[in-house]
Nanobody, 119 residues
């Protein structure tokens, strides 16, 4: 499966962005999908995930601010990010993994999209 992220950019603190990850090359609905981010000098971390069954989970730092969703008809997973903070600045990546009840990361990654939160 091939993954292409879009929707990143520069936004002021408190602003919003919606990231998209379009998949091709396989049956999208069978994959569990995850959004990761990596800030300079830090390890890549899982931000949010959605299983093939629609179950979601979030890292504590984004709960209540970020929402992950998927549209299987469009082969796309989204990350709606609200109330953005400077510490959300990172390159965001999507991952195609597996799992209907829980998310397990797979080997498929997009190229990443930069999100910068700054005034």
């Amino acid at each position: 499966v091939q993954l292409v992220e879009s929707g990143g950019g520069l936004v002021q603190p408190g602003g919003s962005l919606r990231l998209s990850c379009a998949a091709s090359g396989s049956i999208f609905s069978i994959y569990a999908m995850g959004w990761y981010r990596q800030a300079p000098g830090k390890q890549r971390e899982l931000v949010a995930a959605i299983t093939s069954g629609g179950r979601t989970n979030y890292v504590d730092s984004v709960k209540g601010r970020f929402t992950i969703s998927r549209d299987n008809a469009k082969n796309t997973v989204y990350l709606q990010m609200n109330s953005l903070k400077p510490e959300d600045t990172a390159v965001y990546y999507c991952n195609a993994g597996q799992g209907s009840g829980s998310y397990y990361a797979g080997d498929y990654w997009g190229q990443g999209t930069q999100v910068t939160v700054s005034s």
